[in-house]
């Protein structure tokens, strides 16, 4: 840098400084004249540096000189880093122009929230899908313009987020919204809400269409069942239809099992009709689930060996019979899919927090490629054994919507020929505040 400064600035103020000098000399003072050559040089610096700071202060105005020595590079440099923050400028200025258009474009309603959840920037569409005002509601409280208790309690999950949330639009009770809120950045927030009001109409006209036709289905099967019932009796050795026997059975089987399909269905078309969150009555699980262990005891009928480990002060916060539904399915699965001489073991414990229901067996096992399929209604991974054993199709797919409406997720893991287990896990606010953590000894 002092090279530099040398090489571009030494030799003219030392020109000027021995100029002044000379002429002072020959006026009589060579002191004067060099005081002349330095003033005339801090004149020189003193005159660019204004330049520069009233082009600097209005760069569009003015034109910056040519400008000498040193001063000539301070010029290129600062006009060429002004051209380089002016095109900077426009490119920045034509994307956010993009983002605002493309984000105003979009049917779906885009809030910026801050750590606080106060709200720092929305689209067009938040307007009429969330009724926000404009710039007043800038820097509100989300939860103090969406005061639906649905929202509130799934704003004040962080664990439920990824899940979403369906309320009521503020702007028209009609209407639904279906809300996600995307955690991003340091503490900030993402909240994405979309009208599916459609959707949930079409959906609903699914569900009512598949609890119809099981209700309207229910009735002659139940008198074919009660004929068939008779006819059974009458296909006995002495029986006139004694020939009948084989077909008249498997008749008989084939309407029972039509008859489970259909309480299935009516069962599974209940659970989305019921509203979005199961109930928090406090239910005695440890009692519920020596029911069904003795039930599927006597399913087994000695045949598989089952155990349980029940932490008895664990108490859940729930529906009866949506988790009697649960239990019940997992544990008539095991068995099912178990062959005889296997082990079945039920637990009911406290884990990292959260309470879990796990149902493990030592039975057929399930293939990796089926896993994410099994609560798919009709899914089966062993269409066969299924199909003998009296299945539906339904059971995992009522367990995963019971499990839903508890807050609860499914988890399961099985290797062929090695046994399977499933995993209930319920969110700790769902644990009831009666429970008291048992004490060994
Ligand atoms: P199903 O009435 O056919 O048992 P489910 O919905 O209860 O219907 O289960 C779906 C499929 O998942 C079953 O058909 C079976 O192939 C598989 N499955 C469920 N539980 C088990 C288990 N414990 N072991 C092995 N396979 C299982």
Not at 70 to 85: G, T, V, Y
Not at 392 to 399: K, Q
């Amino acid at each position: 840098m002092l090279r530099y400064l040398i090489r571009v600035e030494g030799g003219r103020s030392l020109s000027l400084l021995l100029l002044g000098a000379l002429a002072g000399w020959l006026l009589g003072s060579v002191r004067l004249g060099a005081l002349f050559g330095l003033t005339l040089i801090l004149f020189i610096h003193l005159y660019h540096a204004g330049q520069l700071l009233a082009w600097l202060q209005a760069p569009k105005k003015r034109e910056l000189p040519d400008g000498v020595g040193i001063w000539r590079d301070i010029f290129q440099l600062s006009l060429d880093r002004h051209k380089q923050a002016r095109k900077r400028k426009k490119r920045l200025g034509a994307i956010v122009r993009e983002f605002r258009a493309s984000t105003t474009a979009l049917p779906d309603a885009a809030v910026v929230l801050d750590r606080s959840g106060c709200i720092v920037w929305y689209n067009q569409a938040a307007v009429s899908l969330l009724a926000l005002r404009g710039q007043p509601d800038i820097g509100l409280r989300i939860n103090n313009l969406l005061r639906h208790p649905d929202f509130h309690s799934y704003f004040g999950q962080s664990d439920a987020q990824d899940r979403g949330v369906e309320i009521p639009a503020p702007s028209d009770s009609e209407s639904t919204l279906w809300i996600r809120v995307i955690p991003y950045g340091d503490g900030q927030r993402l909240l994405i809400a979309r009208d599916v009001t459609e959707l949930k109409r079409l959906e609903v006209s699914r569900r009512d269409f598949v609890a119809n036709a099981s209700h309207e289905l229910r009735t002659p099967l139940t008198v074919l069942r009660g004929y068939l019932d008779m006819m059974g009796e009458e296909s006995s050795e002495a029986g006139q239809l004694s020939s009948w026997k084989n077909p008249i059975e498997e008749m008989r089987r084939q309407s029972a099992r039509m008859q489970r399909i259909i309480a299935d269905l009516l069962r599974l078309a209940n659970l989305e009709s019921g509203s979005g969150f199961a109930d928090s009555t406090v239910l005695d699980m440890p009692a519920l689930i020596g029911a069904a262990l003795e039930e599927a005891e006597h399913l087994s009928g000695g045949q598989h060996r089952i155990e349980s480990e029940v932490d008895d002060s664990l108490q859940l916060q729930g529906e009866q019979a949506d988790l009697h539904s649960v239990v019940s399915n997992l544990l008539s699965n095991a068995l099912r899919y178990t062959p005889p001489g296997g082990q079945i073991r039920l637990r009911w414990q406290r884990d990292g927090g959260q309470a879990l229901l796990s149902v493990q067996d030592t039975g057929i096992g399930i293939a990796a490629r089926d896993i994410p399929r099994l609560t798919e209604r009709f899914y089966r991974a062993d269409v066969a054994r299924s199909r003998e054993t009296g299945g539906t199709g339904l059971g995992l797919a009522i367990v995963k919507h019971a499990l839903e409406r508890h807050e609860a997720v499914l988890t399961i893991h099985s290797q062929p020929g090695r046994g399977s287990e499933f995993i209930c896990r319920f969110p700790a606010h769902r644990m009831s505040d009666n429970s008291r953590v048992a004490v060994a000894g």
